[in-house]
């Protein structure tokens, strides 16, 4: 089956990773090991919550400041556009930073799903919903990411898990996955055969 639309992580995919979330959580007043932030922020009583909110968000405007793309990320956006492949975000951080993301570097994302819009990664949420606006089946879609959520999310959905191999725990996401890649314009090639396997 033909790929028609590619969904992408956010931060450590389009862009450079950026997060300390072991920091972060120092920061918020929780262990180092305690899981992921948001699933954590979840259980505060609403003074800590709100300013656990406010040191996310700090850093969350930092990393849009300082963000820089990941190579290829601007040429696999613009070949996949050029092709007439769908481009989604999907990402735990909010809509406004993916937006001004996309501004800074002058790029263009079709739809972005963000944590406010319903269940985040892991969830398949994210994926059947940009499948939805796009009108494609999950099987036809990437999701391209480069932590585990990206890769749990995608096989929930039915879509198809690419992890980009730029952490020092690739090791332990590698078996959720269904290609991992090293360099984000790598997914054209998987794009191209998957064209020339319905041709035949």
């Known amino acids: 089956m033909s790929i028609k639309a590619v969904i992408f992580d956010l931060d450590g995919t389009i862009t450079q990773p950026f997060f300390d979330f072991d920091a972060i959580r120092e920061e918020m007043g929780l262990e180092r090991?305690?899981?992921?932030?948001?699933?954590?922020?979840?259980?505060?009583?609403?003074?800590?919550?709100?300013?656990?909110?406010?040191?996310l968000h700090f850093h969350?405007?930092?990393?849009?400041?300082?963000?820089?793309?990941?190579?290829?990320?601007?040429e696999t956006l613009a070949a996949l556009r050029e092709a007439g492949i769908h481009i989604g975000i999907l990402?735990?951080?909010?809509?406004?930073?993916?937006?001004?993301?996309?501004?800074?570097?002058?790029?263009k994302f079709d739809v972005v799903v963000?944590?406010?819009d319903g269940p985040v990664k892991p969830d398949a949420f994210g994926v059947l919903q940009i499948c939805r606006h796009f009108g494609v089946e999950p099987q036809e879609t990437l999701m391209v990411g480069d932590y585990l959520f990206d890769l749990l999310c995608a096989k929930a959905a039915g879509a198809v898990?690419?992890?980009?191999?730029?952490?020092?725990?690739?090791?332990?996401y590698a078996e959720h996955a269904d290609f991992i890649i090293e360099n984000i314009d790598e997914i054209l090639e998987i794009i191209e055969k998957a064209g020339n396997r319905n041709q035949k």
Not at 34 to 54: C, D, H, T, W
Not at 60 to 74: D, F, I
């Open 161 to 172: 898990a690419v992890l980009l191999a730029n952490s020092k725990r690739v090791a332990e």
């Open 114 to 116: 963000d944590r406010e």
């Open 33 to 55: 090991n305690s899981g992921p932030v948001l699933e954590s922020m979840a259980k505060m009583a609403p003074q800590q919550r709100q300013r656990a909110e406010e040191i």
């Open 91 to 107: 990402t735990r951080n909010r809509r406004r930073n993916a937006l001004a993301i996309a501004e800074k570097h002058n790029l």
């Open 60 to 74: 969350e405007q930092r990393a849009v400041t300082e963000s820089s793309l990941n190579t290829g990320a601007r």
